[in-house]
């Protein structure tokens, strides 16, 4: 039997609480990257990849409005904006739709603009960085990272748990 995959049939995206449904264009999640350095010691026979830590959480969200609300968190890392992005993920045939939400603490570090020209729409693009990240699928939480307290929850699994423990907590 063929089983289709799961697509995103739709999304959208809230912005310090406020919801932009309809008037987001397209989101960019952050890619999630373990930072690795090569160890080659004596006795192997090739190099192996040691986990130093993710690398940035970044993103772009672009609206396709100028918006006074998002242009008014540009620049403020300290205020902990939250982001939330909701999918709707369906696989064809099947009634229900699968939630997919994203939640991030951060702050918004670019807004970059279309050019301006008659009869076309301008796009406002928002750069964001974050220092957490949750993603929870189907009401599970999948990811869970806390980059200011140091926490890396994968499938449940805390992988810094004994980095913290280690150092004192």
Not at 107 to 127: H, P, V, Y
């Amino acid at each position: 039997m063929l089983i289709l995959p799961r697509v995103m049939k739709n999304f959208t995206a809230f912005i310090d609480g406020r919801g932009y449904i309809g008037r987001i264009e397209s989101a960019k999640l952050p890619e999630l990257a373990i930072n690795t350095e090569d160890f080659r010691g004596g006795g192997l026979d090739a190099p192996i990849e040691n986990d130093m830590g993710m690398n940035k959480l970044e993103g772009e969200i672009v609206l396709a409005e100028y918006n006074a609300d998002a242009i008014k968190l540009w620049g403020l890392f300290n205020a902990n904006v939250p982001i939330v992005m909701r999918g709707a993920v369906q696989r064809q045939g099947e009634q229900a739709a699968t939630p997919v939400v994203i939640r991030m603490i951060g702050g918004f570090k670019t807004i970059s603009r279309d050019d301006w020209e008659s009869g076309k729409n301008s796009k406002m693009t928002l750069a964001y960085s974050a220092t957490s990240y949750q993603e929870v699928i189907a009401n599970e939480t999948v990811i869970d990272i806390d980059l200011l307290n140091s926490k890396r929850i994968i499938g449940g699994v805390d992988q810094l748990e004994s980095i913290r423990a280690a150092l004192g907590e």
